[in-house]
């Protein structure tokens, strides 16, 4: 009858029954060894089967082994006395089979290669639920393009009137910003999906060990080859949270914009009840919370990147305990973007665009007058800059006489032409009320990438089709992680059946 041995004893065996509980406790990385948990019980398990091929433990021992790891379900209240997630997997097993059966676990491996392997396994799940999300929230921005394809509204320099866009075009710009953010997060998962597994402390092990077939059945692509780089490397978690920061900014961006036009002097959107609150105190008010909250979380996330960055600043070669300090950051900044998206889609898929305000806005503005001074190229050969001279002095004056741009006539504009040049135009009446219309502004862009509707509809069945293939991509990836746990799972029942694998 197997021996079982005592959480105290493991804690004896190891010299951790007489460290402080406060000490245990701050050198402890349980908190953020949660979301490992499963991935570091998969790497047992694949190093397991792979110790039985390589012949360096028997069937028997493996059997038992692996057997205890499928009945192992940890909770998330880890004990600190044992340091982390690794020694209590390692503390059950032995707990079960004994020392003599279940002290073989950590042959040929550390914790050092396998927390490496676990974040990577974790993080690379969690890239592609961010992917994920980011493909549904273009999902929506594309059908409100569609939607709004012919809302023009003023496009903005330095939150000023530039000249006029549509509504599609702007969503579109944010969709552009989105689909780069998921083929950056998509890229760093190529290189967050390599197995440093085999590395062991940092100088590998004397066993015979397969480092391809533990990599092959934890669903990675590849080796992180070097076994110092392997442990010690941080990187691909820099890059991640790199990637979540910006993905924030743009967000935050969004959320600014929405902010401003629902407010009172702007008035061109509404946003969902759902996604506002109220004051306290002040009944008639609608805040945009939602949209507050993609700036605010912005900043949690910039300081997880630079909180990284500082841990890794001027650390030696290769593992050091303060690389578990970026763990935590990694998990934070990872589910504060992963909300954020989420809340930017209900956000955008909820509100409404006002197409009138955004004309009466039109109205009031000279955003055409660069139509205007093209229009004088074009037709009359005008050189640019002297028609943009000829353009601004003839805005700044109907301005100050409290004019609008569509006060302009054919003969307003033909005697500035003459003041400026001397020359005397026909200036043709319907050609000059196109280039002040805005709506016919934004029609005749269409250049491409412009603004104009055809343009704009264009651009937005490419994307569709884009995100067609991220998805394909994304579906790809999941696929393989799955067949690949399959796989580990079917070799497992051979070892625990007694066979040869």
């Known amino acids: 009858m197997k021996k079982r041995v005592k959480l105290t004893d493991i804690l004896t065996q190891r010299s951790l029954s007489s460290v402080p509980l406060e000490i245990a406790q701050y050198t402890s990385s349980v908190k953020s060894d949660v979301p490992i948990i499963d991935s570091v019980i998969e790497i047992n398990k694949a190093h397991m089967v792979m110790l039985t091929r390589q012949g360096i433990i028997n069937i028997n021992d493996a059997s038992q082994i692996l057997k205890a790891l499928n009945e192992l379900h940890l909770g998330t209240n880890l004990d600190p ?23 073989k676990l950590h042959v040929a491996k550390s914790r050092n290669d396998q927390v ?3 974040i990577r396994m974790t993080l690379r799940t969690y890239l ?10 273009r999902k929506v921005l594309l059908t409100r393009c569609e939607e709004y394809s012919k809302t023009v509204m003023p496009g903005y320099t330095h939150l000023q009137h530039g000249q006029p866009t549509t509504v599609a075009h702007l969503l579109l710009a944010y969709q552009d910003t989105l689909e780069r953010d998921t083929e950056r997060l998509m890229e760093t998962f190529s290189r967050v999906n390599l197995s440093p597994m085999g590395a062991c402390a940092f100088a590998t092990t ?6 391809e077939l533990v990599a092959e059945l934890l669903g990675f692509n590849g080796l992180v080859e070097n076994s110092i780089d392997a442990v010690s490397a941080r990187d691909f978690a820099v890059e991640a949270l790199a990637e979540f920061a910006l993905i924030m900014t743009n967000l935050s961006r969004i959320g600014e914009e929405l902010i ?8 061109t959107v509404k946003l969902p009840d759902e996604y506002s609150s109220t004051s306290s105190i002040m009944p008639q008010k609608k805040n945009p919370v939602v949209a507050e909250l993609l700036r605010a ?17 001027a650390l030696p070669l290769s593992y050091n305990l303060d690389l578990q300090e970026i763990t935590p950051h990694l998990w934070n900044a990872y589910e504060v973007t992963l909300t954020s998206i989420t809340m930017a889609n ?24 660069t139509e205007l001074a093209d229009m004088l190229v074009r037709e009359h050969s005008i050189p640019f800059r002297t028609a943009y001279a000829i353009v601004k002095k003839l805005v700044q004056k109907i301005s100050s006489e409290g004019k609008k ?16 040049t001397g020359k005397k135009l026909r200036i043709d009446g319907e050609t000059l009320l196109k280039a002040l219309d805005p709506v016919e502004s934004v029609g005749v862009k269409r250049v491409t990438g412009g603004p104009a509707p055809i343009e704009v509809l264009r651009m937005r069945n490419e994307r569709v089709k884009k995100i067609g293939v991220d998805e394909q991509w994304c579906q790809a990836q999941l696929l393989l992680l799955k067949e690949a746990k399959s796989r580990l799972h079917r070799l497992i029942k051979k070892i625990e059946g007694g066979e040869r694998v």
């Open 206 to 211: 004397s066993f015979n060990v397969d480092r």
């Open 297 to 313: 979380k912005t900043a949690h996330v910039y300081s997880d990147l630079i909180a990284a960055l500082t841990i890794l600043k």
């Open 128 to 137: 592609l639920e961010v992917v994920q999300a980011l493909i549904e929230l």
């Open 405 to 420: 741009i569509t006060d302009i006539t054919p003969e307003i504009l033909s005697a500035a032409v003459m003041e400026a």
């Open 81 to 103: 006395r044992l340091e982390d997630v690794h020694m209590h997997v390692e503390a059950y097993v032995i707990g079960k089979l004994g020392e003599d059966v279940g002290g």
């Open 346 to 369: 209900g956000l955008l898929k909820g509100l409404e665009f006002d197409a009138q305000r955004w004309l009466e806005l039109l109205a009031t503005d000279f955003s055409t007058a």
């Open 116 to 118: 490496a392997a676990a």
């Open 260 to 267: 401003l036009w629902s407010t009172s002097e702007f008035s």
